[in-house]
Each structure stands twice: as C-alpha cells, then as structure tokens.
C-alpha cells in the first residue's frame, strides 16, 4: 500500500494518478481543459490531483475520483510510485511523488459519468494512446508499464471513444 509516500516530504509537488482500464484493457483518461496555470494543458491525463498535507495517497485518490467523476472503483489498488519532473508554464522545474492507483470501469458506465472536471475523457488502447503527441508525462509512463503485457501483443483494431465533459 502507498500510505505516505516514503520519501517524498522532499518532493515540491505530490500527485497521485488512476490507471482505469475498461473490460477491453482501454484506460479512462482525463481530457484536460486547455487553459494556462495548469499542468499539461489539452493534454490526456490521469484522473487525479494533489495529495493534501496530512492526506494519504489512497485518500487522496479516492477524492478526486469522487470530486472529478463522481465514481470511485471497488477495486481501486495501489500500482506503483514514480518521480516525475514536473514544470507550470515557464516556471521551475520540481520534483513531483506521482502514486499511481489501478483499477477497473465498465465501458457501459463512463458515458453517464458526471464528469466535473476537465474538458472531456476517452477510453484509448494503450497502443494508441502512446503514439499520442498530447499526454501528460504521468499518464504516459504510467500507462508504459502498467500495459506491458498488452504492448508486447500486436495491436489490434480497437475502438476509441471520446466524451465532452
């Protein structure tokens, strides 16, 4: 389990991040709204945030899936935690403790999800989603490995399909 992130009371910045795969192996990403001032503007990304002080990375998680979707799995896990450099627009470069969750979303459920936050989502095949110019470093190296078994495959012909927040 990720509780406080061993470590990270170095890191500027502390994110967790869900990996959310459908019953065909597509994740469920975060269209983000394309604005200044934020992290990776217009960009496919995690569904995730900040982790508070006093808050745990599993607390954390839980509350921005229920504040952003509206939806938390029942089988929500920890996955990994990864270092990340991370940068807002011109601004310094800091060190960022990104815990990753893993769980799973039934395609049938994401077109009614009430999605509060962002300028839409996807599910894409993780194949499709890394050939992408537009992902956030955490969503990109997040869904590298967690689908390496998926990528060794050849890819198949696969459906994406998007949603407007």
Do not use: N
């Amino acid at each position: 389990m990720i509780e406080r992130l061993p470590g990270a009371e170095t890191a500027e910045r502390r994110f967790s991040g869900a990996l959310l795969t459908d019953e065909a192996g597509r994740y469920l990403l975060q269209i983000r709204d394309d604005k200044p001032g934020i992290l990776h503007p217009g960009a496919f990304g995690l569904f995730g945030g900040g982790i508070e002080p006093g808050e745990s990375a599993e607390e954390a998680m839980r509350r921005e899936l229920e504040e952003e979707i509206g939806h938390v799995p029942g089988d929500l896990s920890p996955f990994r935690l990864v270092w990340l450099p991370v940068r807002q627009g011109e601004g310094p470069v800091q060190r960022a403790a990104l815990a990753q969750f893993v769980g799973t979303i039934a395609a049938a459920a994401v077109g009614a999800l009430v999605q509060c936050e962002g300028a839409g989502r996807a599910l894409i095949p993780p194949h499709l989603l890394l050939l992408e110019t537009r992902v956030s470093l955490s969503a990109r190296l997040g869904v590298a490995l967690h689908a390496q078994a998926a990528l060794a495959l050849p890819p198949r012909t696969e459906v994406v399909e998007h949603w407007e927040a």
